[in-house]
């Protein structure tokens, strides 16, 4: 059972690191407090300062199976006084918090090894004298460890608006509302869904319910959007703490299900925050803001104004990452990056952003890298675009692999490096319209390196298709062409587009259409390459300026960054509708500083969308995008290009 008792004669809500107005100055314990045995898994659950009293705390692990699975309740039935457990008649069974919001679920469940938990409160009275039953909130514990319980150095934890937003996003990519939180169970789903629960710690500490300066990502590596966080948790404080509900009422209108006006509204504040998580670039951002009070929000550290949108960016900078380029991620969420032209090596930081012991990696052979790419062992492939000209394998912890580097095969300054549906790697050249083949061993196919057509002078970007085609965009030469498995450029290629001018990305989605954004005139073309004649069609919109890096979500839609803008991303469904407003998603670190962005751009298998900025390093959009099949060559091997794990 758990206690908690204020000095100072006022009610102190919850502990933390940001300062509240009316209570004590800082969320430490106040002189006098005392903590009693909290067994296992205790705390407390809070609408912004105030306790919530008469709450039904539940504790669910993810489900398993098909898109809307159920979340599955851990609590077992209990008689324990006042931390008795009671039936809600669906099955679940759920405790009651105290009167100053305490829980304590203590031998009252049994969670099953490797499961991923979280706590949902529902309900309950925050001072206003009634039960509001728009009051959502949610917080996520991790993973269930082989003793089947959680250890008590959990506890406490303070279930509050800040840790709901934590949990809403970085959960995103696998919860439909706040009791459908799944995962298709396959090997990749589990550990992208081990990957975002375990990235929700990263933006709040449990242990105060809150976001603040001093919050940093795991080992400090990264930088954490607090301030975006309060200022969502105030929205949502707003009403939880509701007396007539009007703030609910306002929220729940513009947080509906699907972002659009007549879409289905949520009828708690952790579905709403859910759904703001998918559809982050609403209209109606200023007015989620401006719910929040002006003076006395209980959320001090918050944004002054309202932002341009409410997607959750995390910014890592490992030492000497400055100018990456390409963006890789491995089966097991790792992020695998390199500096554009440069020679400080291979880049690896976890799904956590921290990085691998060893990184930068610079194994024999490698000296200026530009291109990079993981096949389905998770071995990285790197170019050296030095004259001499080199193919580079790592394995998964950077150490060079039997017969690197490989020097053979036609290499002349490589550039981009991509896998095909056989495993196969495939390198484009610089200056002399060629790509040269290697087999997954690093054997040169006899017939590499392939001729392109003259326009192809540089080809930058390569992108595989299950169909066994490889496309190449040529950095000069206003076409889109491709090479079939055996070398030959297929009929009815290369398709030239006069104003195409500098395409440097390339994707190939779910229906085999390639996606190429080419950032001198803001467009993106979107090519059918699976009825002929080929043709294609532009995409624009959405907060388009100098479209740049391309990747496509398990939902089959592309996400493109923007190489110069203030903001970083664009959204676009399968048919190429913008799905983000006229400014974008996202802020560039440090724009109007002389820094750039918007280069490599990936999703990850937890839903988060990576993307190259210089010289900041990667940013992270926490749980923006539907989780896809990582690495990209398994997701083209397996024909799971647009698919969700």
């Not at 250890?151 to 706040?178: C, H, K, N, Q, R």
């Not at 095909?420 to 590499?448: C, E, H, I």
């Not at 799905?579 to 998603?585: A, K």
């Amino acid at each position: 059972m758990l206690r908690l008792r204020c000095a100072l004669g006022c009610v102190c809500a919850w502990m933390g690191a940001v300062a509240l107005t009316g209570c004590s100055t800082s969320f430490a314990p106040a002189v006098g407090a005392s903590v009693s045995s909290m067994g296992a898994l205790a705390g407390r659950v809070n609408g912004g300062r105030q306790p919530i009293a008469g709450a039904h705390v539940y504790l669910y692990a993810a489900g398993v199976g098909a898109a809307g699975t159920s979340s599955v309740s851990l609590l077992q039935a209990a008689a324990n006084g006042p931390y008795s457990t009671y039936s809600d008649g669906t099955g679940s069974y759920y405790q009651l918090t105290g009167s100053q919001g305490q829980f304590d679920l203590d031998g009252e469940y049994h969670c099953t090894a490797g499961t991923q938990l979280y706590l949902y409160s529902r309900g309950g009275d925050a001072g206003s004298g009634s039960d509001n039953e728009s009051a959502g909130l949610m917080a996520a514990l991790g993973e269930c460890p082989a003793g089947g319980a959680l250890p008590s150095t959990l506890s406490p934890i303070y279930m509050t608006e800040a840790t709901t937003v934590a949990a809403a996003y970085a959960l995103a990519g696998f919860a439909t509302d706040a009791t459908h939180v799944w995962s298709s169970g396959s090997a990749q789903a589990v550990v992208g869904i081990r990957n975002a629960f375990a990235n929700a710690a990263q933006m709040v500490t449990l242990s105060s319910g809150a976001a603040g300066a001093s919050q940093t990502t795991k080992g400090g590596y990264g930088t954490v959007p607090y301030a975006a966080v309060n200022s969502l948790a105030n929205s949502l404080a707003a009403c939880v703490n509701s007396v007539d509900g009007s703030a609910c009422t306002s929220l729940f209108g513009w947080a509906t299900a699907d972002g659009t006006a007549g879409g289905m509204q949520p009828v708690e504040t952790a579905t709403a925050a859910i759904n703001i998580a998918h559809y982050p670039g609403t209209s109606h951002v200023a007015d989620i803001w401006g719910l929040a009070p002006g003076i006395g929000a209980p959320y001090q550290q918050a944004l002054g104004s309202a932002p341009n949108d409410w997607t959750m960016q995390l910014v890592f900078s490992p030492a000497g990452l400055t100018k990456p380029w390409t963006v890789s991620v491995d089966s097991q969420g790792n992020v695998w990056s390199a500096n554009e032209a440069g020679s400080e090596g291979l880049f690896k930081l976890s799904s956590l952003g921290v990085p691998a012991s060893g990184s930068p990696f610079k194994p024999t052979g490698l000296n200026v890298t530009f291109g990079l790419a993981v096949d389905g062992s998770d071995n990285v492939w790197a170019t050296d675009v030095e004259s001499s000209g080199a193919l580079i394998e790592v394995d998964s912890n950077g150490n060079a692999l039997a017969g690197s580097p490989f020097t053979s095969g036609g290499l002349t300054e490589p550039l981009s490096v991509a896998l095909d549906v056989s495993g196969n790697v495939w390198v484009g050249n610089f200056l002399n319209n060629t790509v040269a083949k290697f087999s997954g061993s690093g054997v040169a196919d006899p017939g590499s390196p392939f001729t392109l057509d003259p326009n192809a002078q540089i080809a930058i970007a390569l992108a595989a298709s299950p169909s066994g085609r490889m496309y190449v965009a040529p950095n000069f030469g206003d076409e889109l062409t491709a090479l079939d498995s055996n070398g030959s450029v297929p009929v009815g290629f290369p398709i030239t587009k006069t104003s195409i001018i500098y395409p440097q990305f390339l994707a190939v989605d779910a229906d085999g259409n390639v996606w190429m954004p080419h950032y001198k005139n803001g467009e993106v073309w979107k090519f059918n390459t699976t009825v002929t004649p080929y043709g294609g069609t532009t995409v624009s919109g959405g907060g388009m300026y100098e479209p740049h890096g391309v990747a496509v979500d398990g939902s089959n839609r592309a996400w493109v960054s923007d190489l110069e803008a203030t903001w970083l991303l664009s959204e676009y469904a399968a048919d190429g509708t913008a799905l983000t407003p006229g400014t974008g998603l996202g802020q560039n670190p440090g724009a109007g500083a002389g820094t750039t962005g918007g280069y490599g751009t990936a999703i990850d298998g937890s839903g988060d969308v990576w993307v190259a900025t210089w010289p900041a390093g990667l940013v992270e959009f926490v749980g923006a995008a539907t989780p896809v099949v990582t690495p990209l060559a398994t997701a083209v091997k397996l024909n799971k290009l647009g698919q969700r794990p």
